[in-house]
């Protein structure tokens, strides 16, 4: 029987295969490069984060998901791989998860969150700025505009989100509205600026009533700023 991908496995698939080319043909030197939006890593521990990712998935080992203990496992297993190993291992097992990623609603949604966060992640690292208008960054927008929404809801802010593509999430009777390109706002709530940044985004409203919205999850804007 065919399998038909809905548009989060071809965003995931997309993704993957951009993160592919990028780093496909990298050397070691390339591969140690620090990626400023991932402090602690290196492009070749995203790479083996978003590998480890897919496998833990597989796998069942969902315990801690998304925190720093279970991504560090992920990195430390594959620390004497080389790269190309990792990605052979990633591009092997993704299309098994990837047919499960629509049906999976939002946990579907957040995995294409985090695949194009670390795409970018790696395009800064590499300096190969391309595809911020990509159907993974819509859905990952979507995805964590509506976590951002709701952490300011938390906090007792009434949140308006407004894309210069569209996106438009949150009350009409927002106390605060932020407008943005779709990228910008997806780094902005996925924790890749700093609270400086944050500040001189187009903002409608008390900025400052808002900041500590920002911390969501495991996500948390960045202590350092971060120019893409």
Request: net charge negative.
């Amino acid at each position: 029987m065919v399998t038909v991908m809905g548009e989060v496995a071809i965003a995931y698939a997309g993704s993957r295969a951009r993160i592919t080319a990028l780093v496909g043909g990298i050397d070691r030197e390339h591969a140690s490069t620090m990626v400023p939006t991932c402090p602690e890593w290196c492009v070749h521990d995203v790479v083996s984060h978003l590998a480890g990712g897919v496998a833990d998935a597989l796998s069942g080992n969902l315990e801690g998901l998304g925190s720093e203990e279970w991504t560090a496992a992920q990195v430390d297993a594959r620390r004497e791989h080389s790269t190309a190993d990792v990605l052979t291992e990633w591009n092997t097992n993704a299309p098994l998860l990837e047919r499960f990623l629509d049906p999976a609603g939002m946990l579907g949604r957040h995995a294409v969150a985090d695949i194009v966060s670390h795409e970018h992640d790696i395009r800064t690292a590499l300096s190969v700025p391309d595809a911020r208008d990509s159907d993974a960054v819509r859905i990952a927008l979507g995805f964590a505009a509506t976590k951002l929404v709701e952490s300011a809801s938390e906090h007792g802010v009434a949140l308006r989100l407004r894309s210069t593509e569209g996106l438009d999430l949150g009350p009409e009777s927002a106390d605060v509205t932020l407008t943005a390109s779709s990228f910008e706002l997806l780094r902005a709530t996925t924790g890749r600026r700093s609270v400086d940044q944050l500040r001189e985004m187009d903002w409608d409203g008390d900025v400052d009533a808002v900041i500590p919205s920002f911390w969501w999850g495991p996500l948390h804007p960045s202590e350092k700023r971060i120019d893409e």
